[in-house]
């Protein structure tokens, strides 16, 4: 299948696309690795005019730590943060598991964020771990915390004329462990069901800070914040997780689908939160 017709602006700097999607207004469309984008246009269910290609921009495909945080350039692809020393916990833990090694070598991790596909697996790990998404307009730059950023199925808070430039997701000062458990038909499939996990713990073993995220099981990639209030404080232990899990399969309005029952999928939620929570504490602990 061909994409309908369409203009091709390679841009050069970050200013340069900015301008260029200022301009093109909402016929234009940044492409970065071109895994979601592209199908779309073949498929016709997208139609830019302009696609304006970010690939030739300098400065943006690096990982790294600084100040306290994991920086990730637009850039970056999923196979770059999956072979990255810099990344922690639940984000090395998700990298794998993103589609498949083709799609991985070329699909980025701020596209998929910027796509915001309810099924995409970087908002949930994301949404765990606590990220701001960073925006270049032509005013300026801004920070966007996921949780605002994230603003419904295929939609963001990013304005018509802003570049994803980045992410930013704070480090974790102490003990800390994380994990992202993904039920998938085959390998490349998209989630049937995935947990999102991040726990840090204070100098008693305490949980200090909880992250626990759902993916394909709501309208949009879900933070369970009642689950994560009710670990703040505790002590890591079997029961804890098990009452998480069953707050997190309440937050849960899985579908029947080709991919299974709601109930099953529900069913999976409580499993993965409890596997996934004990992961992270294990992993924290021996950190
Ligand atoms: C076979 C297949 C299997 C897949 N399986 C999975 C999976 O299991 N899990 C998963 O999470 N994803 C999966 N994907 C999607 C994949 O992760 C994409 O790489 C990702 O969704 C988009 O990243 P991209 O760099 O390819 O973005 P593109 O396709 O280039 O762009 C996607 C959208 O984001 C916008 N965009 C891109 N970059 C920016 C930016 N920097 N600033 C602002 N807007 C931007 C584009 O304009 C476009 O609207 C799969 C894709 C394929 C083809």
Known sequence: MFPSRFDLIVA?????AVQAKADAGEGGRFLAGGQSLIPMMKMRVAFPEKLIDINRISGMDAIERSNGHLHVGALVRHAD???????FG?????????ADPLVRNRGTMCGSVAHCDP???????????????????PGGERPIPIGEFVDGAFTSSLAEDELVVGLRIPVPAGRSGGAYLKLERKIG???????????????SGAIAAAGLAMTSVNPINTKVVDAEALMVGQQPSAELFAEAAELAAA???????????????????????????????????GS
């Open 251 to 285: 937050a849960a309005e899985p579908r029947d689908d080709v991919r299974g029952t709601a109930a099953w999928k529900r069913q999976v939620v409580r499993t993965y939160t409890k596997r996934g929570l004990a992961a992270a504490a294990q992993q924290a602990e």
């Open 12 to 16: 050069e700097t970050i200013s340069d």
């Open 189 to 203: 499939d998209y989630a049937t069901v995935a947990v999102a996990s991040h726990l840090e713990l204070d100098d």
């Open 81 to 87: 943060v999956a072979a990255s020393d810099a990344a």
């Open 90 to 98: 639940a984000i090395v833990a998700a990298a794998p598991w993103v």
């Open 119 to 137: 099924e995409g697996d970087w908002n949930s790990v994301l949404l765990a771990t606590g990220a701001d998404v960073v925006a270049r307009g």
